[in-house]
């Protein structure tokens, strides 16, 4: 395992996209990019804390705005408000997937955990390119990290508090049907995910430093130990596709915004990244 950049309060959210890997450090408020050689770039400034990211069709940026529950755009530097989650929202909103015609899948965590609220099941938001919300998908329990299959015709999300990958059909307006469950992952907590170019998904493991390659069906295909950080997120990335990020830290919560132990450490792996984000 290498680390690419560490005194991060927590790093969430990875995407590989024009060579750098971009991600959300939660309690910095800031979106920011790394270069393979570990060269850092802000890109921008959320005050209400960054989660989830993604792009349009024309390579704009999406932002999930965690605590006001809205999703942002990055025009010239400046905010913009896509689309007010708070409707649909029970708690903070979290990490996002956007597919190829720009619809944004976003998460939230149903509950407020660090104000004591007990779980609760939420919804799976969709926000389509004209910023009208729908509820893509019900009674999911704390939905967390999305991805989207290469022919856009499935999604897979983490739902952490359930301790499985669940995935449904996407139809050509975007509607989620068809649920059903892709694995089982007893004893894990998965929180962020990526999929690769055999249909496996990397998932990292909220409870317990390691992330999991996981085949459709549920078989654990690899484990990968990650020392005394846990892994919260992951991307392949570099040129190849061939490099999983990981962001590590040793905990979670506001607390860890004056650890700042939180960094994006890699490990190389067989088979390249695929499909959304």
């Given at each position: 395992m290498d680390t690419v950049v560490d005194g991060l309060t927590f790093p969430e959210a990875p995407r590989w996209r024009d060579g750098k890997l971009w991600f959300s450090d939660f309690y910095t408020q800031r979106v920011l990019?790394?270069?393979?050689?570990?060269?850092?770039?802000?890109v921008a400034e959320v005050p209400q804390r960054p989660s989830g990211l993604g792009w349009t069709p024309e390579g704009v940026l999406l932002v999930v705005s965690m605590l006001d529950r809205r999703l942002l755009r990055v025009d010239g530097g400046k905010l913009r408000v896509v689309a007010d989650l708070a409707g649909l929202a029970t708690g903070p909103c979290n990490d996002m997937v956007v597919d190829a015609k720009g619809r944004a899948y976003v998460g939230n965590f149903g509950f407020d955990r660090h104000r004591g609220e007990p779980p609760r099941t939420t919804c799976l938001?969709?926000?389509d390119p004209d910023g009208s919300i729908t509820r893509a998908a019900d009674d999911l329990s704390f939905p967390n990290g999305t991805v989207i299959t290469p022919d856009g015709r499935t999604l897979i999300v983490a739902e952490t508090l359930a301790h499985r990958l669940t995935a449904f059909d996407v139809a050509a307006d975007g509607a989620?049907?068809?649920r059903r469950l892709f694995a089982a992952l007893d004893g894990c907590f998965p929180d962020g995910i990526c999929l690769d170019a055999e249909g496996a998904v990397w998932v990292a493991d909220a409870r317990t430093p390691r992330?999991?390659?996981?085949?459709d069906g549920?078989?654990?295909e690899r484990t990968i130990a990650t020392g005394k950080r846990f892994a919260f997120a992951c991307m392949l990335g570099d040129d190849d596709r061939r490099t999983l990020y990981l962001c590590t830290s040793t905990g979670s919560g506001p607390a860890m915004a004056d650890k700042r132990d939180g960094a994006i450490?890699?490990?190389r792996v067989d088979v390249p990244g695929a499909g959304l984000p």
């Open positions: 990019s790394v270069d393979p050689a570990g060269k850092l770039t802000t938001a969709r926000v989620l049907t068809n992330v999991l390659r996981v085949l549920g078989r654990i450490e890699r490990v």
